[in-house]
């Protein structure tokens, strides 16, 4: 494959969601000049036109596969791919505004060697559950960090060493919202290579995630929607099958409900 580069990169006015971006950033402590590795899921995507855009806007970008150098090599080019950057660039610019939207960017700021910054994700990509045995998974999906952010922030934070801060991307529909978390451990070794059943019902609330949103979204609390979830795992709940069921249990855990309904019945003795 020959992705056609471009000489120049073209100009782009900042999106509602690039400033968003710089929010996050800001409150991260994450200056824009620093650099970056945007993990991108290719996956989602047609590879050869996510290589078109990223040679379009850097003439020489520094990228690679995720699954290189892991159990997942021979499969490679079906996950995602990384390209170093700076916050800064137009790529990085274009990247939020475009694949951000569609939750399937991850950015890591750089603060060490690229061989060894993504060390604990990559070591992430295969667990061994109570249940099930050893399963693939997905620690750079945007859906997986924001649930286990809100659940388990010790175990997000041995993603990536001290230092380092992974950001990624939640679209709420209405708008979409950056999340961040900064690394906690000297040297990042990944997600425990053991899991319990709790956090297989972790796993339950993230593949739920589009459920709960339409709930949260109609109740209107689909920024605390991460805390709504985490009062529920702690709970011992799985996401249900049921969407009345979901539905229930949602309300259970939000006070804007509550007071709405307690609200209600005044005015109904009234």
């Known amino acids: 494959m020959d992705p056609v580069m471009l000489s120049t990169a073209p100009a782009l006015n900042k999106s509602e969601s690039w400033i968003d971006f710089e929010e996050a950033l800001n409150q991260s402590g994450v200056s824009l000049q620093d650099s970056c590795l945007m993990i991108v899921d290719a996956s989602r995507y047609d590879n050869t036109e996510v290589l078109r855009t990223i040679y379009s806007l850097d003439q020489q970008p520094d990228w690679f596969w995720l699954f290189s150098e892991t159990p997942f090599e021979e499969h490679k080019e079906a996950g995602p791919l990384v390209v170093r950057t700076d916050f800064n660039s137009v790529l990085a610019q274009q990247a ?42 997905r620690p750079y999906d945007s859906r ?30 209405n708008r979409v919202h950056w999340s961040s978390a900064r690394g906690l451990v000297h040297e990042a070794k990944g997600l425990r290579a ?19 949103l339409v709930v949260a979204a109609e109740l209107k609390a689909s920024q605390r929607l991460p805390l709504m979830i985490r009062e529920l795992w702690s709970a011992g709940h799985s996401c249900p099958s049921s969407d009345h069921e979901l ?8 006070p804007d409900f509550h007071e709405q309904i307690e609200k209600d019945f005044v005015n109904v003795r009234r």
């Open 96 to 137: 939020v505004s475009t694949w951000g939207s569609d939750e399937a960017l991850v950015l890591l700021a750089l603060r060490q060697e690229k061989e060894h910054a993504l060390t604990g994700i990559r070591n992430s990509l295969m667990v061994r559950f109570e249940t099930y045995g050893p399963c693939f998974l």
């Open 144 to 173: 997986f960090l924001e649930v286990l952010n809100a659940c388990l922030p010790e175990e997000i934070g041995g993603l990536v060493s001290n230092g380092g801060v992974l950001i990624w991307s939640i679209n709420n529909k």
């Open 194 to 212: 053991n899991q319990s059943q709790s956090f297989e019902r972790l796993l339950t609330w993230v593949s739920g995630w589009p459920r709960c």
């Open 247 to 254: 539905e229930t249990l949602l309300k259970s855990v939000e």
